[in-house]
């Protein structure tokens, strides 16, 4: 009977985890529509490193832009840029300097985190222009 538990229980976990894949993955997709449409300019998305890794790197008019895309289904637990802590905040500057130094291959003026916030139920997006420092 254990065993059984076990294994319900490692499914349900991976069916949930594949569950947020998805929603994340959509949410970025919506988000990159919305930021197209808002005149940014992709450069990079899920841009990885030791560091960490940033949703979505962007050019808006002349500035360098590092945005993290929150997914909600609605905002039953809270706003998704709440969920950027000080700690996920520090390891995406981390993310940001990184891309600066090592693979940034265009001119800029100024550096800027942005936020996406995506609500699938409400059919929202907030697109928060220096959410965090």
Known sequence: MKNE?????????????????????????????????????????????????????????????????KSRYNKKFGQGSEAITIRKSNKIKKVALNYMTRDCDIDYDSVRFDAVEIYFMDKKVWIRKNAFI
């Not at 947020?20 to 197209?36: F, Q, R, S």
């Not at 990079?44 to 890794?53: D, I, T, V």
């Open 5 to 69: 538990d076990y294994d319900r229980k490692k499914t349900l976990l991976s069916d949930q985890r594949k569950d947020n894949y998805l929603k994340g993955k959509a949410g970025e997709d919506i988000a990159v529509y919305h930021l197209l449409k808002d005149g940014y300019e992709i450069l990079k998305r899920n841009y990885r490193c030791k560091q960490g890794e940033i949703d979505i790197i962007a050019k808006d008019k002349n500035c360098l832009v590092f945005i993290e895309v």
